[in-house]
């Protein structure tokens, strides 16, 4: 059977192909996005970094840059000498108390290279309602410690956790 690259890496590589005449691989834009149902992409341009052992602080850019998706479909991952290590969901507390004390879980997730550097990331869990509903629930996420998700990447030293919310708003 034929595998189809997702709304978001075709959304992707329509904005980032690099036309020439000799050029047959497609080129992504270095980051890591997702798209709406219309396939409008979104960049998640904030990430958090490990201050001290298992507690979180932004490093780049604010939490309130986090995207708050309605639903989700797939990632897009193409950031340079960095691998895909997981999803995590973990409530707000993870930026003052350690995840060592937190309820958290790393969400199932499946990941297809689509080339050297570019891997599209889809987590079944969080494109079901009810189950995004449960997990909020199980985390023991409120409205004042709503449930974050991060995309976590990692280059063997230095860990990202890329984050946003999921909400049907």
Not at 73 to 100: C, M, P, W
Not at 107 to 132: F, Q, Y
């Amino acid at each position: 059977m034929a595998k189809f690259p997702s709304p978001a890496a075709m959304a992707f590589s329509a904005v980032s192909l690099i036309a020439g005449p000799c050029e047959a691989e497609q080129k992504y834009i270095e980051g890591v996005f997702t798209a709406t149902e219309s396939g409008a992409p979104i960049e998640l341009i904030a990430w958090a970094e490990p201050a001290r052992p298992g507690v979180l602080k932004m490093g780049h850019g604010f939490l309130e840059d986090a995207p708050i998706l309605p639903r989700t479909y797939r990632f897009l991952v193409n950031v340079g000498g960095f691998d895909v290590i997981g999803v995590l969901a973990v409530n707000h507390d993870v930026f003052k108390v350690s995840l060592e004390h937190l309820d958290s879980k790393m969400l199932p997730h499946s990941t297809v290279k689509l080339n050297v550097k570019t891997a599209e990331i889809g987590v079944p869990e969080l494109e079901d309602w009810e189950r995004v509903l449960r997990l909020r629930k199980s985390l023991k996420a409120t409205f004042d410690k709503p449930l974050v998700f991060f995309i976590v990447l990692s280059n063997g030293m230095v860990k990202r956790f890329y984050p946003f919310y999921v909400d049907r708003q």
